[in-house]
């Protein structure tokens, strides 16, 4: 039971979730899945960590690997009467702390830039 309620709690603070209201049957069982998907992701986490030896604290992690910064580069291209808009997406240098957080849980981030193409252009 205590689990269960710490589950609650777990999901109403440290994921985020708020209450939704549905009416739809369909709709409840989605919500439900959801819910179910981020906790079982959560507690995942959580274990990761342990065999890690880094604790339980996944809201700390979270915090951590938020820092980290992608960007997208977009260099004009000319070619030949028309200019295109070359995009390269590439990861920003972690702080020093995260770098080592990622280290000791064996993730890399990707050292050089990536082609980004079909890029919708975002409506301002």
């Known amino acids: 039971m205590t689990q269960a309620e710490a589950a609650f709690r777990s999901a109403k603070s440290d994921i985020g979730l708020r209450p939704v209201f549905h009416q739809k049957t369909e709709r409840v069982e989605a919500h439900l899945l959801v819910c179910f998907l981020s906790l079982a992701l959560w507690r995942s986490l959580e274990m990761w960590m342990a065999g890690k030896g880094l604790g339980t604290r996944a809201a700390?992690?979270?915090e951590a690997v938020a820092t980290i910064r992608s960007m997208d580069v977009v260099v004009p291209v000319k070619r030949g009467e028309r200019t295109i808009d070359l995009r390269l997406r590439t990861v920003a240098k972690p702080d020093e702390d995260v770098a080592i957080l990622l280290a000791h849980l064996g993730l890399?981030?990707?050292?050089g830039s990536k082609l980004v193409q079909n890029v919708v252009e975002k409506k301002r």
């Open 60 to 62: 700390k992690i979270v």
């Open 108 to 111: 890399h981030l990707p050292k």
